[in-house]
Structure formats: structure tokens, C-alpha cells
């Protein structure tokens, strides 16, 4: 039975990576910097209940702790935070989690010069939707025993190469981030005014929903994609066509 590690345990994916592992593996252990706790309601999958979980996870004091003892680490802390990862021993598995997939992939090329990081890297996405979709990055080896694992975790993998992905997640992820963080002000004043049409009251609602579920670190990935300059051109071609 696999031994699951949980770094970045005490943040909204790790919490909810938490309960999710905790519901499929007898072994889970957490790590965090912080000191605070975040008890998520559900786990990766939105149906599952944290409530109906019965297994706790071990915490642990320090990321050495997690790396000697675990064979499968889940980094669901700030990926560019992973680089000063001292070592990977093998058969360890090093799963790096990022809404951009490119930038998990660039971190997981620099850690393969690192002659310590003898373990597999590969790189997921967990879209946190009823369709318990996780995406498995290609372009990386270990895809098999990544597939395998989320499908122990109860979830479902996608496979996707990571231009891919992120080109989907600038469509669908980015575009609405970037319209929440700069016109929710302005929409709030015409809706006080009494100005909004019943879409840009839909358009309102759903930003407000939204913007309450993203930290400010999940912002800033969002908006690293590299593909979403490709999106806005695509919209500038529909209001200044040729």
C-alpha cells in the first residue's frame, strides 16, 4: 500500500486533497508551514463529504519528513516553491499540481538536472468538478502510474499534453478570472445605479460567487498562462476584423 504525502496541506487544494486521500488510502501525511488549519467540506471530488471520511491524515513537522517516508507526494503548495525540493529517492513519485500546466512543467525540467531527484515527476491538474476530473500531463514519463493513482484516489484521469490544457484553461479559467478582477467594482456600481441588464446581473452573481473561492496566489497562477495572449487576440479579430 502506497504511503501518501500532502505538501501545502493547510491550503484550499490541499485540504481538499486531504480528505480526498484520506477517503481512498489507509497512510496519508501532511505537511505545512503554516500553522493554520483549513478543515475543507468536501474533497476533490465536490460529492465527497469530508464528514463521511472517517480516516485522519498524520501530520507531519518538516518536507524531509514527507520525502523519507512517503512514495507518493502530492505538491499542492505554490509550485515555484517546489525547486528548493533537497531530493526525490527512488520509487518516489513527485506529483506537481498547477491550474497552468506550463509552469509545473518548466519547475519539473529544472529539478531533473538536480542529481538528488532520482524519483518520477509528473504533473496533474485537479479540476475540482462533478466529473472528478484530474488531467495527466504527456509530456512527462510516469503517466501510467499517475493514471493509476487517480484512479485509486477515486477520481477520473484526462490525458492531455500541457499546451493543450492550457489553452483550454485560458478559455475557460483565465478569460473569466481577468474579467472578475477588473470589472467587478465597475458592475457593482451600475447595479446600484439600477443599470444592469438581467445577463450583466447573471454575469455579477457569477463573478461574486467565483472571486470568493480564489486566493490571491490562485489569481496569480491563473493569469500566468501563456496562452492566454492567444485568447485576447482571438477576441481583438471579432471587434476589429480585417
Not at 55 to 63: G, R
Not at 69 to 76: E, P
Request: glycine share 6%.
Amino acid at each position: 500500500m502506497e504511503v501518501i504525502g500532502i505538501v501545502g496541506s493547510a491550503g484550499d487544494l490541499g485540504s481538499k486533497m486531504t480528505v480526498q486521500a484520506c477517503s481512498a488510502f489507509e497512510d496519508v501525511r501532511t505537511f505545512d508551514i503554516s500553522h493554520a488549519e483549513r478543515n475543507a467540506l468536501a474533497g476533490i471530488d465536490p460529492l465527497l463529504k469530508a464528514s463521511e471520511v472517517e480516516n485522519k491524515p498524520q501530520p507531519l513537522n518538516s518536507l524531509d519528513a514527507i520525502l523519507d517516508t512517503c512514495s507518493v507526494v502530492h505538491w499542492v503548495a505554490p509550485i515555484e516553491a517546489v525547486e528548493a525540493i533537497p531530493r526525490l529517492p527512488k520509487p518516489s513519485m513527485l506529483i506537481l499540481h498547477d491550474s497552468v500546466m506550463s509552469n509545473s512543467l518548466e519547475v519539473a525540467r529544472k529539478l531533473s538536472n538536480n542529481e538528488a531527484i532520482l524519483g518520477q515527476i509528473v504533473i496533474a491538474h485537479c479540476l475540482m468538478n462533478n466529473e472528478r476530473t484530474v488531467v495527466v500531463a504527456t509530456d512527462v514519463s510516469g503517466t501510467d502510474r499517475l493514471v493509476k493513482h487517480v484512479e485509486e484516489l477515486g477520481l477520473h484521469p484526462k490525458l492531455s499534453d500541457v499546451k493543450g490544457h492550457d489553452v483550454v484553461m485560458a478559455h475557460s479559467q483565465a478569460l473569466f478570472a481577468m474579467v472578475c478582477k477588473l470589472y467587478r467594482k465597475e458592475l457593482e456600481g451600475y447595479a446600484a445605479q439600477g443599470l444592469l441588464t438581467p445577463s450583466g446581473q447573471r454575469l455579477l452573481t457569477a463573478i461574486e460567487d467565483n472571486e470568493s473561492h480564489w486566493t490571491p496566489a490562485t489569481f496569480a497562477a491563473i493569469v500566468s498562462n501563456p496562452e492566454i495572449g492567444s485568447v485576447i487576440r482571438s477576441m481583438l479579430e471579432i471587434v476589429e476584423p480585417e
